[in-house]
């Protein structure tokens, strides 16, 4: 087993707990590689953790190593990485001001923001299940298909990745974006880009990617 990984994900944890994007018991944190799944425990504050607490399991959910037991969304996360093989990270947290809007069941717009549009895309707000349970399993790793981010409805939110940086690069936007639009209410209104201009944006960063 890789001490690498599990020393990325322990740092990760504390950088959430550290960005005010988590607090110590709540989320859970997972990295996919070759095979195997590396994950938090359940019930252990994330921001104390060390590398050896981590835990490795298979896709089949047979624990290899670690302490304790994975975490209890570990459902969500093998499901994803079924559904997603480009995701080889995953965060779930409960930052206050995007899991307020979880709460609220406030959607998103898309295409108020150029960081945002290209970092995020699409937010979809996920209806209320049950922690743990089957059916947040499915309704989670059903939105990340299309998604990258989503709002788990009076929960949290989830992010994904390519890699840990930029799951929880995503997890920063998301709870950035849910602030900027509190500041637009507050002070006026939340005012999409012109779709034109939107579509120019699009575009000129995906020609930057290519080159």
Same mark, same amino acid.
């Given at each position: 087993?890789? &001490?690498?990984?599990?020393?990325?994900?322990?740092?990760?944890?504390?950088?959430?707990?550290?960005?005010?994007?988590?607090?110590?018991?709540?989320?859970?944190?997972?990295?996919?590689?070759?095979?195997?799944?590396?994950?938090?425990?359940?019930?252990?504050?994330?921001?104390?953790? /060390?590398?050896?607490?981590?835990?490795?399991?298979?896709?089949?959910?047979?624990?290899?190593?670690?302490?304790?037991?994975?975490?209890?969304?570990? &459902?969500?996360?093998?499901?994803?990485?079924?559904?997603?093989?480009?995701?080889?990270?995953?965060?779930?947290?409960?930052?206050?001001?995007?899991?307020?809007?979880?709460?609220? &069941?406030?959607?998103?717009?898309?295409?108020?923001?150029? /960081?945002?549009?290209?970092?995020?895309?699409?937010?979809?707000?996920?209806?209320?299940?049950?922690?743990?349970?089957?059916?947040?399993?499915?309704?989670?790793?059903?939105?990340?298909?299309?998604?990258?981010?989503?709002?788990?409805?009076?929960?949290?939110?989830?992010?994904?990745?390519?890699?840990?940086?930029?799951?929880?690069? &995503?997890?920063?936007?998301?709870?950035?974006?849910?602030?900027?639009?509190?500041?637009?209410?507050?002070?006026?209104?939340?005012?999409?880009?012109? /779709? /034109?201009?939107?579509?120019?944006?699009?575009?000129?960063?995906?020609?930057?990617?290519?080159?």
């Amino acid at each position: 087993m890789k &001490r690498t990984i599990k020393e990325e994900i322990v740092a990760t944890c504390k950088r959430l707990y550290e960005h005010h994007l988590n607090g110590g018991y709540g989320g859970n944190v997972s990295v996919k590689d070759e095979g195997l799944i590396y994950i938090t425990p359940s019930g252990m504050p994330k921001d104390t953790l /060390e590398y050896s607490d981590i835990i490795v399991m298979d896709f089949k959910g047979n624990m290899l190593e670690g302490k304790g037991k994975p975490s209890s969304e570990m &459902r969500f996360h093998l499901l994803i990485y079924k559904e997603r093989p480009d995701v080889n990270a995953i965060i779930h947290a409960h930052p206050p001001i995007a899991t307020g809007f979880s709460i609220a &069941r406030r959607e998103i717009p898309i295409g108020i923001h150029e /960081e945002a549009t290209i970092v995020l895309g699409d937010v979809p707000v996920l209806p209320y299940a049950v922690t743990s349970s089957n059916e947040l399993a499915e309704e989670v790793a059903g939105a990340i298909r299309k998604a990258n981010a989503a709002l788990l409805s009076n929960h949290g939110a989830i992010t994904v990745g390519e890699s840990l940086e930029q799951a929880f690069r &995503r997890m920063e936007e998301l709870e950035n974006l849910c602030e900027m639009i509190m500041v637009a209410n507050s002070v006026g209104e939340v005012h999409k880009i012109p /779709e /034109e201009k939107l579509n120019e944006l699009v575009t000129l960063i995906k020609n930057r990617r290519k080159g």
